[in-house]
């Protein structure tokens, strides 16, 4: 079954220090893609990085980088100097071919991030 | 380029009443995705449309719940009649594909009192 867990409902960080959200995830297909969204308390799903299964690299946007180890099936999003902007919760997915054929995106429960002044 | 566009963005209605969402999505997008996100979870797809046509709504509560693409831009989703545990935020996301990244409007709170 396609699944991603996250296990920390929340999590609190000094300003400018780093932090790491974690993001486990489960399937059976070869090539899928991973993703991190913020949500602020406004709403919307804002993209801020994206994983191949194929990439052999880790993906790195700015501050923002993706601890992806395959063997272990764990995406973990790592932000860099945190800032009070920074404070929202995180979404972790994972892109997926279903039955039908088509690609559709699978969300974990999130994680709550606190930036402490 | 313009990203993709929900109204209203906050709506309060009581047990039992209709309620109706919008969305446009961003301007050459073939395939539009409703979500819904109950407090405290993740976003859960409710339907898929790939041009006018439904790709997958096998978690759309299909006794209450109805949307339409016409021609294959806008889409409506309707909720007729609300529960209580329809209280969410509906989001509407959009792609040029199924196999393209989605872009997320700002979504619409619903609360059913």
């Known amino acids: 079954a396609q699944k991603i867990t996250q296990t920390q409902p929340g999590m609190f960080v000094q300003e400018k220090e780093a932090v790491t959200l974690d993001c486990t995830y489960d399937?059976?297909?070869?090539?899928?893609?991973l993703f991190w969204y913020k949500q602020p308390s406004s709403g919307e799903m804002i993209f801020l990085i994206y994983q191949g299964s194929y990439d052999q690299q880790n993906a790195t946007e700015g501050r923002y980088s993706l601890n992806f180890q395959k063997a272990r099936k764990s995406a973990n999003l790592v932000i860099s100097a945190s800032q009070l902007g920074d404070s929202a919760m995180y979404f972790c997915?994972?892109?997926?071919?279903?039955?039908?054929?088509?690609?559709?995106?699978?969300f974990g429960s999130g994680t709550r991030l606190l930036v402490r002044p | 380029e313009a990203g993709v566009a929900q109204s209203p963005r906050y709506k309060i209605i009581e047990k039992r009443q209709s309620v109706a969402f919008w969305c446009n999505p961003i301007?050459?997008?073939?395939?539009l995705y409703w979500y819904q996100q109950i407090l405290g979870q993740g976003p859960k797809l409710l339907i898929q449309f790939q041009n006018n046509g439904v790709v997958d709504d096998s978690q759309l509560p299909k006794d209450r719940f109805s949307a339409e693409r016409l021609k294959g831009v806008d889409s409506t989703l309707k909720i007729q009649p609300a529960k209580l545990e329809d209280s969410a935020v509906y989001l509407c996301a959009s792609s040029l594909s199924d196999r393209s990244w989605e872009f997320f409007g700002p979504g619409t709170r619903l609360t059913v009192l």
């Open positions: 399937t059976s297909d070869p090539s899928y893609g």
């Open positions: 997915a994972m892109r997926t071919m279903g039955r039908d054929s088509s690609y559709k995106l699978i």
């Open positions: 301007s050459g997008h073939a395939t």
